[in-house]
């Protein structure tokens, strides 16, 4: 898309909107995929160092962000004025889910461990790269299986020294899950709005329908809304929905979703790294060990994967022009 001229958006979705598991992995999307989760593993510290209530935070995530994004969108030149009801219930619908996989999450932290919440946040990381293989009906390569059992090995090693199932963290556990859950669905609405429009609108969209949503339920749990401090809700809108999420979408039109999902596992290690040097929260040699397990499957995905011709350049061309 260029500057001078409107977006020009198609009215649907293809008929395949999943980059199949065996096609390349650019560099500069895959760049974008380690930015995003670097930047969104700093959520969590920021959420912690507000004063307001953990709803609360997620509204102003969204809404400090959302002026800058409608900036971004117009200044592109995106006018989504040809989107079909179809594509505007898709994107809705992204915003309620992203919305519901915030509150979900942070009122989770607020129930169970560290350990347990960023465990079950994090369940995308299987249940979207399943997405990914269900939908291009394919299985994973035999390289593709080692990454994936590198991933999982490496989260367990991660999470399961201080992971523990304790019925007074039901609740949080629970409510972890289902932010993972949402967050999945998030995922697979956005990809798919990616494959008819540039990054920029998507997030926008997707970020403006998650506003009201959020704000309703932070006033209807009676949660402190204006904070005192604004610094950590400012840079909690700036890392993690602009960069954070900005990167992200603009990675869910050219990877596919076993990479997203592998990816996700850098959240964690990013947050481990932030508790060492803030809380002195030293990491083991379980710790290290899982990173590194992680790190080795992120390299195994990197790898080029021959394509068989059928595949084509459509699967390979996402729209990501901004």
């Not at 160092?49 to 117009?74: E, K, S």
Request: aromatic share 6%; charged share 10%; net charge positive.
């Amino acid at each position: 898309m260029h500057a001078a001229r409107p977006q020009r958006i198609s009215a649907a979705p293809t008929s395949d909107p999943v980059i199949p598991a065996t096609a390349r992995v650019p560099a500069r999307a895959f760049a974008a995929v380690v930015v995003a989760n670097v930047a969104l593993a700093f959520g969590p510290w920021f959420v912690r160092m507000a004063d307001t209530g953990p709803v609360a935070a997620a509204f102003w995530r969204i809404a400090l962000a959302a002026p800058l994004l409608i900036v971004g969108a117009l200044a592109s030149g995106a006018r989504p004025v040809r989107l079909t009801p179809v594509m505007w219930l898709l994107l809705a619908a992204s915003g309620i889910a992203f919305a519901a996989d915030l509150a979900s999450w942070h009122l989770g932290i607020l129930r169970t461990t560290l350990a347990n919440a960023t465990l079950f946040g994090n369940s995308a990381t299987l249940l979207f790269p399943l997405y990914g293989f269900v939908a291009t009906r394919s299985l994973p390569t035999r390289m593709q299986r080692w990454a994936l059992l590198l991933a999982f090995a490496g989260a367990a090693l991660l999470m399961g020294r201080s992971y523990a199932l304790d019925p007074r963290h039901l609740t949080g556990d629970l409510l972890c899950v289902l932010a993972g859950a949402l967050y999945t669905v998030y995922l697979v609405m956005v990809a798919r709005a990616r494959t008819a429009m540039a990054p920029i609108p998507v997030l926008t969209i997707s970020t403006v329908a998650s506003i009201v949503p959020l704000l309703i339920l932070a006033l209807l749990m009676g949660e402190r809304i204006v904070p005192t401090h604004w610094g950590p809700l400012v840079a909690l809108a700036l890392a993690s929905q602009v960069l954070g999420q900005g990167a992200m979408v603009y990675a869910l039109g050219k990877l596919p979703p076993l990479v997203i999902g592998i990816a996700l596992l850098i959240q964690p290690i990013v947050a481990g790294t932030v508790g060492w040097i803030i809380y002195a929260e030293r990491p083991g040699a379980a710790d290290l060990i899982g990173a590194a397990m992680v790190a080795a499957a992120l390299v195994l995905v990197r790898r080029p994967i021959r394509v068989a011709p059928a595949v084509g350049a459509a699967h390979l061309a996402a729209k990501d022009d901004i």
